[in-house]
């Protein structure tokens, strides 16, 4: 089944306590993209990656960073998780980038509910 | 910049009436449009898009949308809700990049 699989699905954590949430996607997509979602702020989008070692910052990328080593795993690392961090993350991926045609559908992991105390 | 503003941030609805979420977009390039679906703890599932052509737009569970230049509007619509259609909605416009509006949280009431 052609999915996006993101780990841990929720995860409570302590401020300052390095973390990692995996992604991986078995559809051989070159896109991949990490959102976080907030109540009536919908999806922002955090890092994303047009293809393997290419990767670049989207509207809120403080306090993250990402890595793109092979093509279908984009792990999203919080070095040092403070409270605002607080939210709903969500990995997605798509056949090509938004660069491409703007065209290209979107497909979303079930997300990973992150609690920063 | 690009910019989605979805109008509703809640639309309660009972069972069986007609649904309509609005979503208005702001754009300097063309836009390619689309309505995401979160169904409770899931991730967000295509509803339907807009590339170009037709302005009325069929996508699944019988929802519609249609697509108004003038008003720089996509509009998400369903003639008979059902409970199961109790979700978050999100419109999403695809110009420069990829940009996601607040979402509407639609409840189905029996």
């Known amino acids: 089944e052609a999915q996006v699989t993101q780990n841990p699905r929720y995860l409570i954590t302590v401020t300052g306590k390095k973390l990692t949430v995996t992604c991986s996607q078995n559809m051989n997509h070159e896109y991949m993209s990490w959102y976080r979602q907030d109540p009536g702020l919908g999806l922002r989008q955090i890092y994303y990656s047009m293809n393997v070692e290419v990767t670049d910052k989207g509207d809120v990328p403080e306090g993250y960073k990402v890595s793109r080593k092979e093509k279908r795993n984009f792990p999203l690392i919080l070095e040092s998780p403070s409270p605002n961090q607080t939210s709903l993350y969500f990995c997605?991926?798509?056949?090509?980038?938004?660069?491409?045609?703007?065209?290209?559908?979107?497909?979303f992991g079930a997300g990973s509910r992150l609690t920063v105390l | 910049a690009q910019s989605v503003t979805q109008l509703d941030s809640q639309v309660p609805v009972f069972e069986e009436a007609p649904v309509e979420l609005r979503c208005n977009y702001s754009s300097s390039v063309s836009v390619y449009l689309f309505w995401y679906v979160q169904y409770p703890n899931q991730g967000l599932q295509l509803l339907l898009k807009y590339l170009s052509g037709s302005t009325l737009v069929k996508g699944i569970n019988g929802f519609e949308a249609e697509f108004n230049k003038s008003q720089t509007s996509f509009h998400l619509r369903k003639p008979s809700v059902h409970i199961s259609d109790t979700a978050e909605y999100f419109c999403?416009?695809?110009?420069?990049?990829?940009?996601f509006g607040g979402g509407t949280r639609v409840l189905v009431k029996p």
């Open positions: 997605a991926s798509s056949l090509r980038g938004r660069g491409h045609s703007g065209a290209n559908v979107l497909t």
């Open positions: 999403a416009a695809a110009g420069n990049k990829l940009t």
